[in-house]
């Protein structure tokens, strides 16, 4: 009997602050207009206080940090194969020189 996840767009999202931020309602007022668990608010309150216009990516889009990130580490993989690439080559001519 498992209910189905519901999704929300950033949009909802920054609609759902827009009324606790600018028309002043309290976050429990706001779950109940909107039908939604008032942990929520808070946890994107929380994530838009942080992140600010990062907030929200969405699903399979990046924030700027998780995308430099993902760049470093594939960089990363690159150099450790050139560096195990090298290794093996000097052992190779060292076998050649004897």
């Known amino acids: 009997m498992s209910k189905e996840r519901r999704v929300f767009s950033a949009e909802y999202k920054r609609e759902a ?3 606790i931020l ?4 309290s976050i429990a007022e706001t779950a109940r207009r909107l039908g939604i668990n008032p942990n ?13 216009e990062q907030a929200f ?16 580490r594939r960089e990363n ?4 194969m050139k560096r195990d ?11 050649e020189s004897r």
């Open 17 to 19: 602050l827009s009324l």
């Open 85 to 95: 690439i090298l290794k093996k080559a000097t052992v190779f001519f060292a076998k």
């Open 57 to 72: 990516p969405g699903p399979g889009q990046q924030t700027a940090q998780e995308a430099e990130l993902a760049k470093l």
């Open 77 to 80: 993989e690159q150099l450790r």
């Open 40 to 52: 929520l608010l808070y946890r994107w309150k929380a994530q838009l206080a942080s992140e600010g």
């Open 22 to 25: 600018k028309q002043q309602l």
